[in-house]
Nanobody, 124 residues
Framework: QVQLVETGGGLVKTGDSLKLSCAAS????????MAWFRQAPGKEREFVAG????????YYGDSVKGRFTVFGDNSKDMVYLRIDNLKSEDTAVYHC?????????????????WGQGTQVTVSS
């Protein structure tokens, strides 16, 4: 089992920057990728960024490229998401997820463990 806890969300203004944190505990050594997904009211869960220790590559959703940066430490205990130039459409609950098997990193179905999420609300 892997437990994930996200922090860092809140009410921010357009143009602000924000850093979300995801703390992982448990059998983190079995994790081969971690990702951030977001879900806005009435919308499907959307992949925004991920880091794969298997492929040695970072991945970003098309809608966030250039503004979102995912990074973590080699211990796999912490993963962060930095968001620059926040926009109103970034308002959502942001979830951290951990992959322990195989699967396309941009697909929620590839991730077995999920955090409860942290709310990000962007106001103009």
């Amino acid at each position: 089992q892997v437990q994930l806890v996200e922090t860092g969300g809140g009410l921010v203004k357009t143009g602000d920057s924000l850093k979300l944190s995801c703390a992982a505990s448990g059998r983190t050594s079995s994790t081969n990728a971690m990702a951030w997904f977001r879900q806005a009211p009435g919308k499907e869960r959307e992949f925004v960024a991920g880091i794969s220790w298997t492929e040695g590559h970072d991945y970003y959703g098309d809608s966030v490229k250039g503004r979102f940066t995912v990074f973590g430490d080699n211990s796999k205990d912490m993963v962060y998401l930095r968001i620059d130039n926040l926009k109103s459409e970034d308002t959502a609950v942001y979830h951290c997820a951990a992959r322990v098997g195989f699967g396309y990193i941009m697909s929620p179905s590839a991730f077995r463990f999920w955090g409860q999420g942290t709310q990000v609300t962007v106001s103009s």
